[in-house]
């Protein structure tokens, strides 16, 4: 049941409209749960960084399934190995796996964090500096 309440903080359009269901949300849990709506209150600049983001951002954020796959295929690949005579040929192995992600999400069409949205972060935290530089494109306007 808690955990139902607390995610409707996270399913907000805006910044806005998050802050003001976090505040409503502590405002009931203080009654019922006063330790759980403590914490939410402590932990509130943690929980709602993501909204500072532009908003095509908050779905890469929140998720998690790229580090999962990341921890799922470097215990795929130490169970191939099986032992590792020395700790730097696990942090090697590690490693690869970290590589070969980037590489993999370098080019367009693989990219966790496309191009277009990456300068519209960038302008964002940036106006006045980066205005001259920034090519604003036509996606970005409509946005």
Request: charged fraction near 25%; proline fraction near 6%; aromatic fraction near 8%.
């Given at each position: ?6 995610s409707t ?10 802050e003001k ?9 203080a009654r019922?749960?006063?330790k ?28 998690t ?6 921890d799922?295929?470097i ?11 020395i700790s ?9 796996v970290?590589i070969?992600?980037h ?11 496309f191009?277009a ?12 500096d980066?205005i ?12």
């Amino acid at each position: 049941m808690i955990a139902s309440i607390i995610s409707t903080i996270f399913a907000q359009p805006d910044r806005e409209h998050i802050e003001k269901q976090f505040r409503e949300v502590t405002r009931m849990l203080a009654r019922s749960h006063p330790k759980v709506a403590a914490m939410l209150v402590d932990a509130q600049p943690d929980l709602l960084a993501f909204a500072a983001f532009p908003r095509r951002h908050w779905r890469q954020i929140c998720s998690t399934n790229p580090l999962e796959w990341v921890d799922k295929e470097i215990k795929r690949r130490t169970d191939v190995v099986g032992v590792f005579p020395i700790s730097a040929a696990l942090l090697l192995l590690a490693g690869s796996v970290l590589i070969e992600q980037h590489d993999e999400w370098e080019p367009g069409e693989r990219r966790y964090f496309f191009e277009a949205s990456m300068i519209e972060l960038t302008t964002m935290n940036n106006p006045i500096d980066f205005i001259d530089e920034a090519v604003i494109l036509p996606e970005l306007a409509a946005a």
